[in-house]
């Protein structure tokens, strides 16, 4: 893959905003805005590279990679099931992945099936970037694709935010993406009726942004209205709207997003990751800052190299729908 490419760029610009915006807001999760300013000040810089949200995304692009760019619940369950020794030591992960990890390894449940009754949580959007990456430019195909996959974390509006997540990643990759196609691909390919709770959550979010006066007045307007909200922070009807709404609020700036996300506080480390992917997607790891890769060290080549790889299965999958495409045209000359 030509590493001068600009599918490579957008490629390399997901992956590694995402790991970064996951490392930097890893010391203010959990954090009110407020606390975060006593503590940190305003959140500029990282270090390390990323917690479960990296974890599960490398796991999920090793499932692509061995499927040829089509994972499913079942692929992606082996995959797991690999990496046993990850998820048992580990203290990173959350419930809903410890659940479904014990499922499938000590009852045997069918991985299509796992995420029944797993309680609420971004643990399936925050990893979906590379669903969104194998299908760059098709967000239908990514939402129909994810919707399958997702189950194995979740059975519920969750899963719609993994969709939608998938679908803006996917039109980010659009040579004539915008901001407002990102925005509107999240929500386009959710079912009106289905996937009305996400819907209406995206929807809320967004003309909250539009309407306050900034990123800060957003910030503390969205802190008053989920003070008085009985859903878990980790809710993916919170991180999945808040993070386009920082992208909105950023004007697709990766850079931007991802701070805007860290200082955000909450589930900042999936808002920041979520949004530098979606965002890095869009503007490339060239509108990411030369000195976040090199604060990467050893990982920023390692996010290259993946990004090689990754690269390929999006042609190769590109590659195939043009092919059948053909077939049909030549069958209807």
């Known amino acids: 893959m030509n590493p001068s490419s600009q599918l490579f760029d957008k490629v390399l610009g997901c992956l590694a905003g995402g790991v970064i915006g996951d490392a930097m807001g890893t010391p203010t999760e959990k954090l009110s805005h407020e606390e975060i300013h006593r503590r940190f000040g305003w959140v500029t810089t990282f270090s390390g590279d990323g917690t479960d949200d990296s974890l599960l995304k490398h796991i999920l692009c090793e499932t692509l990679e ?42 045997g449940v069918a991985p299509r099936d796992a995420g029944i009754g797993n309680m609420a949580s971004s643990s399936s959007a925050m990893c979906i970037s590379p669903m969104g990456i194998v299908n760059a430019g098709n967000p239908r195909q990514a ?55 996400m819907r209406d959550a995206l929807v809320r979010t967004l003309e909250l942004a539009r309407a306050s006066a900034g990123y800060e007045d957003f910030r503390a307007r969205h802190a008053r209205e989920a003070a008085a909200s009985p859903a878990h922070f980790t809710d993916s009807r919170e991180t999945v709207p808040v993070t386009l709404a920082l992208l909105l609020l950023a004007d697709g700036d990766p850079r931007q997003t991802i701070i805007y996300g860290a200082n955000f506080g909450r589930d900042a480390d999936t808002i920041a990751s979520m949004g530098g992917a979606v965002a890095g997607a869009l503007a490339g790891a060239g509108a990411l800052p030369p000195e976040w890769m090199d604060t990467l060290g050893p990982q920023a080549q390692r996010q290259r190299e993946l990004a090689a790889r990754m690269s390929r299965l999006a042609v190769a999958r590109a590659e195939e729908a043009r092919a059948r495409a053909q077939a049909v045209l030549e069958a209807a000359a």
């Not at 089509?70 to 992960?93: G, N, P, Q, V, Y």
């Not at 997540?165 to 289905?194: K, N």
Request: a negative charge; glycine letters at 6%.
């Open 66 to 107: 061995r499927s040829g760019g089509h994972a499913s619940a079942d692929l992606w369950a082996e995959d797991w099931l690999r990496h046993a020794d990850t998820f048992i030591d580990s203290k990173l992960f959350f419930a809903p992945v410890l659940s479904t990890f014990w499922k499938l390894r000590g009852e």
């Open 143 to 197: 939402v129909a694709e994810t919707f399958e996959l997702a189950g194995l974390i979740h059975h519920n509006h969750c899963r719609d935010g993994a969709c939608a997540m998938a679908a803006a990643v996917a039109e980010a990759f659009s040579p004539r993406a915008t901001v407002a196609s990102v925005l509107d691909a999240a929500v386009r390919y959710l079912p009106p009726q289905s996937a009305r709770p």
